[in-house]
Nanobody
Framework: QVQLVDSGGGLVQAGGSLRLSCAAS????????MAWFRQAPGKAREFLAA????????VYADSGKGRFTISRDNAKNTVYLQMNSLQPEDTAVYYC????????????????WGQGTQVTVSS
């Protein structure tokens, strides 16, 4: 049974940083692409970044480019999202996702999802 467990969210002041974690289990993810999305109240789920587990190749959406960094630890089967210079508009529930596709930018491209972790940025 595939399981993705998101953690690391919380309350932070504007300009602060957080590191989100996604622990993956239940299968071998070496051929998968892992991604982070977020969803603010009343808005669509937004792609932020993705990483190819085998090569470590990454892609970013414009909203996170320069501030967010996605990475993975093969030994721990964990994917991270380091977020710096956070702003109130970054407040959302953040989700980890996995796909067997080469890459996907839409939520519908992803087969597996974490439960989400809340990030709140105060001004």
């Amino acid at each position: 049974q595939v399981q993705l467990v998101d953690s690391g969210g919380g309350l932070v002041q504007a300009g602060g940083s957080l590191r989100l974690s996604c622990a993956a289990s239940g299968r071998t993810f070496s051929s998968y692409t892992m991604a982070w999305f977020r969803q603010a109240p009343g808005k669509a789920r937004e792609f932020l970044a993705a990483i190819r587990w085998s090569s470590g190749g990454t892609v970013y959406a414009d909203s996170g480019k320069g501030r967010f960094t996605i990475s993975r630890d093969n030994a721990k089967n964990t994917v991270y999202l380091q977020m710096n210079s956070l702003q109130p508009e970054d407040t959302a529930v953040y989700y980890c996702a996995a796909t067997s596709r080469e890459l996907g930018y839409s939520r519908y491209d992803y087969e597996y999802w974490g439960q989400g972790t809340q990030v709140t940025v105060s001004s």
